[in-house]
């Protein structure tokens, strides 16, 4: 039979910022007793007490901090970069895309500066570049069709250490940080031990203090 410590473990775990609010403690745990009440009651069919339920949530605290701090374990760098100037394309995935992708990466090849990142779906491919390639790129892809193009954008780039990949919720913990500053994240590009946030450039100041900090805490 399901128990109240397991029904609260899995209200807590299904909504992120809240298990984070109560680890930071924030959160108001008779309020938050008062509020899932009733769906623990409907689960388990009976009556249960505020009490019970505040009770069962205290007990359930050092599991939850010491499941956060097995997340950040691997997330303590100092390598974190920012490269402005950016503009991200997006066009209608077609049979003649990747033939002009290979001819925009001919182009690329001869600087190893460039920044560059191609993601492809299953209607849409992404391309952010230098905002100096941009006629370069518009002139290749010239017979695509163009969905967006955004401008005056930048990248923070995070490079993780290898054993981060096997961590569960390491792009969580970094991103979840800029979420709860209420900035917006354009685009999520990552290779093995690289995280890229592509962000608008008005917010990269804001960003970036705010990622150092948590990084390098």
């Known amino acids: 039979m399901i128990t109240i410590n397991e029904l609260l473990r899995q209200i807590i775990l299904k909504t992120p910022f809240l298990e984070e609010g109560i680890v930071q403690g924030i959160i108001n745990l008779s309020a938050l007793s008062r509020k899932v009440k009733p769906e623990i009651e409907q689960e388990l ?7 019970a339920i505040l009770m069962a949530l205290k007990r359930l605290i050092p599991s939850l901090k010491e499941r956060q701090k097995g997340r950040e374990i691997y997330l303590k760098t100092e390598d974190i970069t920012v490269r402005s100037g950016l503009t991200e394309f997006t066009f209608l995935k077609s049979g003649t895309s ?3 992708k290979i001819q925009l990466l001919s182009v690329l090849q001869e600087s190893e500066t460039n920044f560059v990142t191609f993601t492809q779906g299953v209607r849409e491919i992404t391309m952010i570049i230098n905002a100096d390639l941009e006629t370069g790129l518009e002139k290749i892809f010239k017979t695509e069709k163009l969905i967006k193009k955004i401008t005056d954008l930048a990248a923070i780039t995070i490079r993780l250490s290898k054993e981060s990949v096997y961590l569960p919720g ?10 709860w500053h209420n900035i917006n994240v354009i685009e ?3 290779t093995y031990t690289e995280l890229n946030i592509i962000l608008h450039k008005k917010q990269i100041d804001t960003s970036f203090s705010i990622l150092l900090n948590f990084l390098s805490d």
């Open 170 to 179: 390491v792009h969580y913990n970094i991103l979840k940080q800029l979420a």
């Open 188 to 190: 999520v590009v990552s």
């Open 45 to 51: 069919m009976k009556p249960v007490s505020e009490s």
């Open 98 to 100: 990747l033939k002009k």
